[in-house]
């Protein structure tokens, strides 16, 4: 009887080292998770006052330029191949303390040297009348972030019966 009594010790002591050893895993069993990277904003910013545009001009008809102030569009979305943002501008009036307003379709954009940061063609469309809001830069063919920065030149056309006086005009930029 004894040795039953022995036997019996010795298979439950094996049970329960069988029981405590971790498992192996069977081929198949797999655990999926799922990593998300979130992309940022875009986003543009300007010069909140770019000064004056001075300038004499003879018979007081021509066009007076000069340099907006850099804008800059920053991309962090973490886009896909593929994807793209339009800068936009619009003009209002070019406008008088008192009397004729110059038209904002004689107010033209050209943005000169776009300095790119990331994967993306950047494209200046220059629009030569900011009447209505207009694409001033394209960015097609992104990958990942991405940003460009330019110093458009701003150029208003005066014609005939303006009178001298400091105009003012307000640019407005978006970006989709």
């Known amino acids: 009887m004894r040795t039953n009594g022995l036997f019996v010790a ?5 049970l329960a080292v069988g029981v405590a050893a971790p498992a192996s895993a069977a081929p198949g069993d797999n655990t999926t998770i799922t990593i ?25 008809v021509g066009t007076i330029s000069g340099p907006l102030g850099q804008v800059r569009v920053n991309d962090a979305r973490r886009a896909l191949a ?10 209002t009036a070019v406008t008088p303390p008192s009397g004729p307003a110059i038209a904002a379709s004689a107010v033209s954009y050209t943005a000169g040297t776009i ?4 994967t993306a063609t950047y494209t200046a469309n220059d629009p030569r009348n900011l009447a209505g809001v207009r694409p001033a830069i394209t ?12 110093n458009p030149t701003i150029s208003v056309a005066v014609v005939g019966g303006i009178a ?3 105009y003012s005009v307000t640019i407005t930029h978006s970006v989709l």
């Not at 998300?36 to 007081?60: E, F, Q, Y």
């Not at 593929?82 to 003009?91: D, E, L």
């Not at 300095?115 to 990331?118: D, M």
Request: glycine share 18%; net charge neutral; proline share 5%.
């Open 139 to 150: 960015a097609t063919g992104i990958t990942g972030d991405n940003s460009a920065t330019w």
């Open 10 to 14: 010795v298979a439950a002591g094996t």
């Open 82 to 91: 593929g994807s793209g943002w339009i800068a936009s501008v619009i003009s």
């Open 164 to 166: 001298a006086n400091a």
């Open 115 to 118: 300095a790119k940061i990331g």
């Open 36 to 60: 998300t990277i979130k992309g940022g904003p875009l986003g543009i910013t300007m010069p909140a006052g770019a000064g004056n545009l001075d300038a004499t001009l003879p018979n007081a």
